[in-house]
RNA sequence: GCGAAAGUGGCGAAAUUGGCAGACGCACCAGACUUAGGAUCUGGCGGAGCAAUCCGUGGGGGUUCAAGUCCCCCCUUUCGCACCA
């Protein structure tokens, strides 16, 4: 950069970031063992530090440099804290992008996806992070996905993989079919303006909903996790507990099965004030009555296609309440008395049963449809207390009664809902039940880049297996291997159903033909269990060594965006207890710790190539190099924030590097030299040495807290502008060469998981010995530490007159008096008299005069 | 609509337990050095005022000797959920 004369003069040595990363660089990159983990045998204690591993889309992005530095950080204090750590990465590697970028640039996906990773790996080890290569993970890799496919078959052998024709999403950009998770307010996750279709089509499903209750309890002791993350899942799984009630159908039903309409409900202590049945447009019963009447079956359809349009819509909550009177009726099994059956546009066929017993003067959205309809409210719940009744409609369950409710009326709401269950299930028409928002998780999709599902179906068929069903491989037929060059076209449906060599095979078991199944598996079974793979990753004869894992697991501290607190991080809790059942590992949740760091924005908005904000890292690094281009990210704001870049702050960074390159430079030949010499014990001797341990104290005390580390940088700064002050004192020798030495050997430890590449530089300059990761962190002394000399504000009636200074330890006594001497407390306080002190040892005086 | 988080200088932010509001950095201003350079160093920098001093943490009330921090009401922003029966 400016390398001209003057430079030269009395600072022949500036920090060129140029020249120290890339020699680091090599050299690390020769040396695998710098970041191996020790084996499960090591004697300290385990640290199991993980970033989200990344998509390779060819091109880290500030938000993965975000992501990688604060887990970097971490990572490396953890190792100069005496722990063994794992710090494995890897590649989340199927997936849609390598097929349309096959479809752009004719490029098969996997040359193309690793070809991105073998970019993304050069990226990282540019920015000096701390991964032991040799668990690196890549998904798209037969040597990987076989186990997603064991998995798949040991999980069908459990009951926990199966398949059925359902309504499906379908995504008309993927071509393929999404999960539950995958729909984000009727729209696709990955295409924000594309309307998710649905379509019926038989898929494989995982059976999630079996742990439903325990991935909702387990939530609870989750406490290393954000609260934010935790009630999202709760959310999502939405347990709700209630009761089915049967409502007979009066009259004759052709269809069979149609006789009676079964509703959910969490409140059937009001049933006595139920007034009409409400059924989904898709009912089974509201399609039997509209067999039977054409004009009727009009109507549902045009509230079906009110429902579909709010979906597009995207704002299924503001369609107004629209219904149809079917002229039927149903009998309310507890009174036996006669309601209208109506069908309305707010119900929803995929909650509950679809149906449901309307009850307005206790719902809200029963009583605003009933007051557009004219229908009765009738209340039936009030208040325990007596008095005035609240107005309708009243929903509250606490310190409610029943009334008008025939034999149950005068017990409280909550009990009346266990026991009117009860009842109706003694008399058989009904029963106490729990439902779930929660649904398997369907992970076939109709794509070529992605898992093979290991399953074949045999022509012929064969003992217990009729014509055209399941069979599944056995683990000798595995890998099933995807064919590596395929045509990629826009057509719709399983690419590989178009490859004959792929789809006709034999049947395991009879040996007679048999197609394979042609759908992929869906990625995120790729990413549900990677971190356990990185503990045993080169494993061939099983997924991972279950005393490896054990060892391992659970993730100390797992770190990635909240846009996965549902999708990824809830399979991964869904497969962890699938394996634990299968007995391959012992924990039941896979991260004891989770951080979920902030957006990296630009200009207010987060980067975006359609926003024109984006800022690369590699022109970061080009320019201010990867140590001032990573301090930056943790020192912008606290991790958990939003960041705003601003370059002019990598500057910053860079310039504050520079000055303490300048000030390790000069003091380099005094700190190679230290021996034992003695301490001069002077003043501003003191005072440095008490900067550094109260720096030392407060850097440990954030990485072992709330990780705030634009604190921790901002202390280092703080401690190096005090060292620029004592420049002279340390010039002259005013400041001892033990004292000179204690400061900058524990200032570069202190930055080394900041500034790595900088660390090791200056490190092997004073001459530090082995590696400065490998170092011990330093320690604070508390009693260096102490200040000797209070600062102590002087409040008259809480505000601020002036600080007075006092030996630290003084007590009440000698405050209050320094306090009183001073000239400006004095000069406030004249003429009037104290009515009150308020001496706070070590904080402040308050003076309360009249 | 429900729930959560947030709102502090020109900007990013700090104040961990009710106790000096604005640490640290950016930008800006002044100065030094100078082959005048987007380098480095020194100093200044919430607002008003010559000053003493007064005002100031989204707005309004309250508790307290003392409130950015606690309580009540309201506004704004972001995120999550959203006819879930």
Same mark, same amino acid.
């Given at each position: 950069?400016?390398?001209?004369a003057t430079a ?26 710098l970041y191996k ?22 091109q ?8 990688y530095?604060i ?47 073998a ?28 186990w ?17 024709k359902?309504k ?48 909702l ?7 290393g ?6 009630t999202m899942?709760r959310?999502w799984i939405g347990r709700?507990e209630?009761?089915?009630v ?29 007034t ?13 009555f ?16 009110e429902?579909?349009?709010?979906r597009?819509?995207g ?8 219904g ?9 099994p ?10 309305g546009?707010?119900?929803l ?11 307005? *003067?206790?719902?809200e959205r029963?009583f ?6 004219g ?21 509250a369950?606490e ?21 009117? *269950?009860a ?17 398997d ?5 109709q794509r070529?880049?992605?898992t093979p599902?290991?399953m074949?179906?045999?022509?012929n ?9 399941? /069979?599944?491989l ?13 045509e ?6 399983s690419?590989?159903g178009?490859?004959?060599s792929?789809?006709?095979t034999?049947?395991?078991?009879c040996?007679?033909p ?7 598996m +869906?990625?995120? /079974?790729?990413?549900s ?18 005393e ?9 501290q ?19 207890? /699938?394996?634990? +059942?299968?007995?391959l ?27 024109g ?8 690094i ?7 281009t ?7 704001a606290?991790? +958990? ?7 002019e ?13 300048r000030?390790?430079t000069?003091?380099t ?6 021996g034992?010499r003695?301490g ?18 407060k850097m440990?005390?954030?990485f ?5 580390f634009?604190?921790s940088?901002a ?5 190096i ?14 400041v ?20 790595p590449?900088f ?14 990761f490998?170092?011990?962190w330093?320690?604070a ?8 000399e209070?600062?102590?504000p ?17 007590d ?14 004095k *000069? ?19 003076l309360?005069?009249?």
């Open positions: 950069m400016n390398d001209n030269g003069t009395n600072q022949p040595q500036r920090y060129n970031p140029a020249e120290i990363e890339p020699k680091w660089q090599a050299r690390w990159d020769a040396d695998a063992s983990a020790e084996g499960h045998d090591s004697g300290k204690p385990k640290f199991y530090c993980i970033e989200m591993l990344p998509y390779p889309s060819g880290l992005h500030m938000g993965h440099v975000r992501n530095a887990g970097d950080a971490l990572a490396r204090h953890m190792w100069m804290r005496g722990y063994n750590v794992l710090h494995p990465m890897g590649w989340d590697a199927f997936g849609l992008p390598a097929e349309n970028a096959a479809l752009k640039n004719n490029t098969p996906p996997r040359e193309w996806t690793l070809a991105n990773i970019a993304m790996r050069k990226q990282m080890q540019r920015m000096g992070l701390s991964y032991d290569w040799a668990t690196e993970v890549t998904t798209c890799l037969p040597e990987y996905y076989r997603n496919q064991w998995f798949f078959v040991k999980m069908f052998e459990a009951g926990l993989a199966y398949r059925k359902s499906v999403n379908w995504c008309p950009d993927c071509q393929t079919v999404l999960a539950n998770e995958q729909v984000v307010n009727g729209r696709c996750w990955r295409h924000e303006d594309t309307i998710v279709e649905q379509r019926d089509l038989t898929q494989w499903f995982l059976r999630i909903t079996k742990y439903s209750d325990e991935l309890d387990g939530l609870e002791k989750l406490e996790w954000p609260e934010k993350v935790r899942q959310n709700s209630g009761a089915l049967d409502f007979a159908v009066e009259g004759e039903v052709k269809v069979p099965g149609c006789a009676k309409i079964t509703v959910f409900t969490t409140r059937v202590d009001t049933i006595f004030g139920a009409s049945v409400q059924l989904a447009p898709e009912h089974v019963v509201a399609k039997a509209a067999a039977e009447d054409a004009g009727l079956a009009v109507k549902i359809e045009g509230l079906l296609a429902q579909q349009r709010a597009e819509a704002d299924v909550g503001a369609i107004e309440k629209h149809i009177d079917t002229g039927r009726f149903a009998v309310n507890f009174n036996g008395e006669l309601v209208p059956i109506w069908v546009n707010y119900i066929a995929d909650y509950g049963t679809g149906a449901i017993m309307s009850v307005p *003067a206790h719902d029963d605003e449809f009933a007051q557009k309809y229908l009765e409210v009738r209340r039936v719940i009030a208040l325990k207390a007596g008095g005035e009744d609240p107005a309708l409609p009243y929903t369950e310190d409610a009664v029943l009334i008008s409710s025939g034999e149950w009326s005068g017990l409280g709401c909550v009990e009346a809902q266990q026991k009117m *269950a009842f109706a299930q003694s008399k058989e028409f009904g029963t106490s039940t729990v439902t779930y928002r929660l649904k998780w369907g992970v076939s999709r070529y880049w992605g599902i290991p074949v179906y045999c022509t068929g064969h003992a217990g297996v009729e014509p055209g069903g399941v /069979v599944a056995p683990e000798s037929a595995l890998p099933v291997v995807l064919p590596p060059q395929i990629i076209t826009q057509q719709g449906g690419p590989l178009r490859v004959d792929f789809v006709n034999t049947c395991p078991v040996g007679g048999a197609r394979r199944e042609t759908d992929t +869906d990625t995120f /079974v790729d990413s269990w990677y971190f356990y793979r990185y503990t045993d990753a080169s494993n061939s004869s099983a997924p991972f060594a279950s490896k894992a054990n060892y391992w697991f659970p993730i100390d797992y770190i990635g965006g909240v846009e996965h607190a549902i999708l990824h991080l809830i399979y991964s809790r869904f497969w962890t207890k /699938v394996m634990r +059942d299968l007995g590992v012992k924990n039941d949740e896979p991260a004891e710790r989770l951080f979920t760091q902030g957006m990296v924005i630009k200009d207010g908005a987060k980067m975006s190539k359609s926003k904000n984006v800022v690369s890292p590699d022109d970061m080009a320019r201010y190099g990867a140590d001032a990573r301090m930056y990210a943790l020192f912008a606290p991790p +958990d924030r939003d960041l705003e870049w601003q370059e702050g990598v500057a910053g960074i860079s310039r504050f590097l520079g000055r303490v390159h000030l390790v000069k003091y030949e005094i700190v190679r030299a230290a034992s003695e001069t014990g002077s003043e501003t001797e003191q005072k440095v040495l008490r900067k550094l341990h109260q720096t030392i104290a440990t005390q954030d072992s807290g709330r990780w705030h634009n604190t940088i202390a280092i700064m703080t401690l502008n005090e060292l620029v002050a004592a420049e002279p004192a340390m010039d002259s020798g005013e001892s060469a033990a004292a000179v030495t204690e400061v900058f050997r524990n200032l570069v430890l202190m930055l080394a998981p900041f500034a590449f660390a090791a530089e200056m490190w092997e300059q004073i001459g530090g010995e082995s590696v400065v490998r170092t011990a330093p320690v002394d508390e009693e260096l530490a102490r200040e000797n209070m600062e102590i002087v409040q008259v009636n809480g505000k601020l007159v002036n600080v007075v200074k006092v030996p630290a330890g003084s009440e006594a000698t405050v209050k008096a320094a306090a009183l001497a001073d000239e400006k407390v *000069a406030r306080i004249e003429g009037k008299t104290i009515v009150k002190t308020i001496v706070v040892p070590g904080k402040l005086v308050n309360v005069v009249k």
